[in-house]
């Protein structure tokens, strides 16, 4: 089997040649994080103040087997003491991995002629290795490429230009492709940009309603910003509504890897409506729930709606237990864990089950070394979470090496964690943490003044809060 390969511009439509195909975050706040150090900026409270961080990690939980969806629990320690303790629980829920079909990808490159030659350039390479990798693409795939403006060396350009007045802005080029009928087959859209220019809040929202009619027809359409200070509130709501995958392009992009999420994301099932039940057992009480932020507990127990769950993907809980004293057993089940779920491709709801044990020990030398590697990486996240918004009061009273220190701490506790474990995401954390640091000992050798860090601590934050 075949698959063709399109690249068009405004008036412009060109077959490139043909080649045999076969198979191969969405932005995290430590993206954001990434990206505006890479800006020469401070970041500010708001640019990692999502209340769901933990879900933005993957967490390696063992897929399923049987049913499409699977619950997995893990105390901090399986040893707790006799005579009461406090401990945390992760409840994480699991999926399968979806299966790639063949998928027709659709690059929207929005390149007015406005930008700036750095912003052209970057537009141009990415879409370059994209066509680079075609050949990635699972059997009798296709792939489009249009932009507002012919792209250099991504094809040969044809002769038969048909000259239009002006070029079009977003909302013309998004509209053209959001009102075009489509073939039959999975179709997903990734609009590429670089800089959208000065938008009015009605343009913002009417650029959001074009993207739910893409999800309307049963497509999807993503986002991947490359240019700077992305307007990531705004972006993410795009792609959201699109019911696409939004992501900010740092240096340490990597094509391959965003290429095939992108394509495994377009083949996922969409679980909706998820009904997460946490009972504790046994005398044990839920004595807070870390995250996400807003789950609470009602007589004891947490009862909550999980909205969406990318087939693929993972969600967790996190919550602190307070542990009685044993009474007779020498273990007890303390959490109980239902999940109901309708799935889709059997056209039926399920119902998913598990508890947790623990092991009562009256020697507390029995409760050491025996923490669980998935509750303490989780620990480190939000830990790195808090440090960075802590780190902002800090910076603000221009005590920079305190800041310094605060940065330098965490990141040694990440960096020993990801080696030990082989953890790449953590050594992201880690070589973030570290840039952050060595960016604020820039500061103070430059005697920056307050006007500056007022700007990106304090001014600049809309982009990330903005609401629609």
């Given at each position: 089997?075949?698959?063709?390969?399109?690249?068009?511009?405004?008036?412009?439509?060109?077959?490139?040649?043909?080649?045999?195909?076969?198979?191969?975050?969405?932005?995290?706040?430590?993206?954001?994080?990434?990206?505006?150090?890479?800006?020469?900026?401070?970041?500010?409270?708001?640019?990692?103040?999502?209340?769901?961080?933990?879900?933005?990690?993957?967490?390696?939980?063992?897929?399923?087997?049987?049913?499409?969806?699977?619950?997995?629990?893990?105390?901090?320690?399986?040893?707790?003491?006799?005579?009461?303790?406090?401990?945390?629980?992760?409840?994480?829920?699991?999926?399968?991995?979806?299966?790639?079909?063949?998928?027709?990808?659709?690059?929207?490159?929005?390149?007015?002629?406005?930008?700036?030659?750095?912003?052209?350039?970057?537009?141009?390479?990415?879409?370059?290795?994209?066509?680079?990798?075609?050949?990635?693409?699972?059997?009798?795939?296709?792939?489009?490429?249009?932009?507002?403006?012919?792209?250099?060396?991504?094809?040969?350009?044809?002769?038969?230009?048909?000259?239009?007045?002006?070029?079009?802005?977003?909302?013309?080029?998004?509209?053209?492709?959001?009102?075009?009928?489509?073939?039959?087959?999975?179709?997903?859209?990734?609009?590429?940009?670089?800089?959208?220019?000065?938008?009015?809040?009605?343009?913002?929202?009417?650029?959001?309603?074009?993207?739910?009619?893409?999800?309307?027809?049963?497509?999807?359409?993503?986002?991947?910003?490359?240019?700077?200070?992305?307007?990531?509130?705004?972006?993410?709501?795009?792609?959201?509504?699109?019911?696409?995958?939004?992501?900010?392009?740092?240096?340490?992009?990597?094509?391959?890897?965003?290429?095939?999420?992108?394509?495994?994301?377009?083949?996922?099932?969409?679980?909706?409506?998820?009904?997460?039940?946490?009972?504790?057992?046994?005398?044990?009480?839920?004595?807070?729930?870390?995250?996400?932020?807003?789950?609470?507990?009602?007589?004891?127990?947490?009862?909550?709606?999980?909205?969406?769950?990318?087939q693929g993907k993972d969600h967790v809980v996190l919550v602190e237990l307070d542990i009685p004293s044993a009474t007779s057993s020498s273990?007890?089940?303390?959490?109980?864990?239902?999940?109901?779920?309708?799935?889709?491709?059997?056209?039926?709801?399920?119902?998913?089950?598990?508890?947790?044990?623990?092991?009562?020990?009256?020697?507390?030398?029995?409760?050491?070394?025996?923490?669980?590697?998935?509750?303490?990486?989780?620990?480190?996240?939000?830990?790195?979470?808090?440090?960075?918004?802590?780190?902002?009061?800090?910076?603000?009273?221009?005590?920079?090496?305190?800041?310094?220190?605060?940065?330098?701490?965490?990141?040694?506790?990440?960096?020993?964690?990801?080696?030990?474990?082989?953890?790449?995401?953590?050594?992201?954390?880690?070589?973030?943490?570290?840039?952050?640091?060595?960016?604020?000992?820039?500061?103070?050798?430059?005697?920056?003044?307050?006007?500056?860090?007022?700007?990106?601590?304090?001014?600049?934050?809309?982009?990330?809060?903005?609401?629609?």
């Open positions: 089997m075949i698959k063709m390969i399109l690249i068009n511009n405004i008036g412009q439509s060109l077959m490139l040649g043909v080649i045999i195909g076969f198979l191969s975050a969405c932005a995290t706040s430590m993206d954001v994080v990434e990206k505006s150090l890479e800006e020469g900026d401070l970041v500010p409270e708001q640019a990692i103040a999502t209340p769901d961080i933990l879900n933005e990690y993957d967490h390696h939980l063992p897929a399923p087997r049987s049913q499409l969806l699977g619950v997995d629990i893990a105390f901090e320690r399986t040893n707790v003491m006799a005579t009461g303790d406090t401990i945390h629980a992760q409840i994480g829920i699991s999926t399968q991995n979806p299966t790639v079909e063949a998928t027709h990808l659709h690059i929207l490159v929005y390149n007015p002629i406005t930008l700036t030659a750095d912003s052209k350039a970057k537009l141009q390479q990415t879409a370059l290795s994209v066509q680079s990798l075609a050949n990635t693409f699972p059997e009798s795939s296709s792939l489009t490429i249009d932009a507002v403006n012919p792209i250099t060396d991504l094809g040969d350009q044809t002769k038969n230009l048909i000259v239009q007045k002006g070029e079009p802005g977003l909302i013309q080029f998004l509209r053209s492709y959001a009102r075009t009928s489509l073939s039959a087959g999975k179709h997903h859209f990734v609009l590429l940009l670089a800089d959208h220019g000065e938008l009015s809040r009605s343009e913002k929202r009417n650029l959001i309603d074009l993207a739910n009619i893409f999800s309307v027809k049963s497509t999807m359409l993503s986002v991947v910003s490359v240019g700077e200070s992305p307007h990531v509130a705004f972006l993410q709501a795009l792609s959201e509504k699109g019911q696409g995958r939004f992501v900010v392009m740092t240096e340490r992009f990597d094509m391959k890897i965003w290429l095939k999420d992108e394509l495994h994301y377009a083949n996922a099932l969409k679980l909706r409506d998820i009904k997460l039940r946490v009972k504790s057992q046994h005398g044990a009480t839920i004595k807070t729930v870390k995250s996400p932020i807003g789950y609470y507990t009602t007589n004891n127990n947490i009862d909550r709606t999980i909205p969406e769950l990318i273990n007890d089940e303390l959490i109980r864990v239902d999940v109901d779920y309708f799935d889709p491709a059997k056209r039926q709801y399920r119902t998913v089950r598990k508890t947790g044990q623990v092991q009562y020990v009256m020697d507390r030398n029995q409760t050491l070394n025996k923490d669980n590697n998935k509750v303490v990486r989780s620990l480190l996240i939000m830990d790195t979470q808090s440090v960075i918004q802590g780190i902002v009061p800090v910076v603000r009273d221009k005590r920079y090496y305190q800041a310094v220190a605060m940065l330098t701490k965490q990141q040694i506790k990440l960096n020993e964690y990801a080696q030990k474990h082989q953890d790449k995401e953590l050594l992201r954390d880690a070589l973030i943490l570290s840039k952050y640091a060595d960016h604020l000992y820039n500061y103070d050798e430059k005697m920056f003044q307050t006007m500056q860090i007022w700007h990106d601590l304090s001014w600049d934050t809309r982009r990330y809060t903005e609401k629609f």
